[in-house]
């Protein structure tokens, strides 16, 4: 005989070798019934295992989570490009069901629109996106800044919308509402070919509902070496003639009374589809109704020279702004090599030369950067010269700042100093003339597209784009809401004859790109 133990706590078993002959025989004679093993089951009851949870003290708000009615706030710095994307952003958002408003506030989120151009721009982009955090706002970044720069410290865990994906804003805004961080950087492309950007036809709100922006190409042919533009925006790329003429056609049914065409370099419009800036500006001239304007934006020396025969005469146009912006930059052909300008100062006196001849009282404006890497002394006084001789009406001085990536950021830089005293002095000389003297007393005819900003003054252009304010004394055409409000194909905007005062002019404070 021997013993099994189980279990030291419980009972042992025993039996006899003889009658082990099977395993069952220790268990068939307590084997229970099927009835019996049923009863079993129905009288089991389960326990639940007891698991620690936390206490939940975070309420869920539904406009947190829920996309589509938030309210947006949109910022924008920069060029008329810019400005274009930031109405386009707006308009696609509102469609969508958020509300955009103007108090930053009052907004769940922010879209902050930036501009590379310059150090200041992007400090105040910067600025705005710190504060934006400080009051726990959600926020989302597009422009040029984030385009050529994503990866900056100050940029990371936030969703960007690139220069070439803002007709995906709503996916991006709906996926940061939820708190979640998307980045669209891509290029658009159509079998390989780079495109101008996204469709023309999309929503958007204006700014100004009178005005309409068109953005004919992005990117540029230069490879200027202070440009941190060129990082975002790329080659050039430019939209098909009959898509601008029919966003141009829409824009004039909808109530616009004035178009701007903008790009990095609108000379350089089609050079990339086969065809040229004067082609597309005699079909855009076809679909202007009578009354209403064309401006066109900034354009490079090197790309007009090509076409002056044909832009004498479409500037002079009576539903064209006799209006051009030529950088020159410089007036040292040194200073210019530096900047990889790709023309000299001979070039730019011929463009303003040949305009001023063929076009009468034409405004040419144009921009200068001050102190720029190995600018010397005799280099700024040619500049200070050439202002002398023509006495720009608007001037857009530039105290030089390197932008990282850039060329001219590894140069040897000109003092902080000399670059303040410089700039100092090309405004002291812009200030110390009044080209508008010899036009006071005359009535000019101009349009008004729109308030000052402190509703004191209508702002009006004349043919040359020169700035009139309008005070409200002034004798203005019946139904001045009317211009003011939006005009329709077939019924021209009210003209306003206005006095030309001679501190009406324009400072050089606008943008005219």
Known sequence: MFRVHTNKHRPFCSSTMEDLDDIEDMVSGQEPTVQERQAARRSVVPRAR????????????????????????????????????????????????????????????????????KNPAEDHFRNSIKKAQEQQKKVVVAGCVPQAQPRMDYLKGLSIIGVQQIDRVVEVVDEAIKGHSVRLLGQKKDNGKRLGGARLDLPKIRKNPLIEIISINTGCLNACTYCKTKHARGELASYPIEELVERARQSFLEGVCEIWLTSEDTGAYGKDIGTDLPTLLWRLVEVIPEGAMLRLGMTNPPYILEHLEEMAKILSHPRVYSFLHVPVQSASDSVLMDMRREYCVADFRHVVDFLKDRVPGITIATDIICGFPGETDNDFQETMDLVKEYRFPSLFINQFYPRPGTPAARMEQVPAQVKKQRTKELSQLFHSYNPYDHKVSQRQQVLVTEESFDAQYFVAHNKFYEQVLGAGHLTVAPTLGQARGGCSVGTPPELVLLMLWAEGYCSGSGNYS
């Not at 924008?76 to 509102?94: F, I, P, V």
């Open 50 to 117: 007891r698991r620690k949870q936390k206490e939940v003290t975070e309420e869920l708000q539904a406009d947190s989570v829920i996309p589509g009615i938030q309210k947006i706030w949109i910022k924008t710095w920069g060029c008329s490009h810019n400005s274009s994307d930031g109405e386009y952003m707006a308009g696609q958002l509102a469609a969508s069901g958020y509300q955009i408003i103007e108090n930053p506030t009052e907004a769940d989120l922010w879209v902050l629109n930036s501009c590379t151009v």
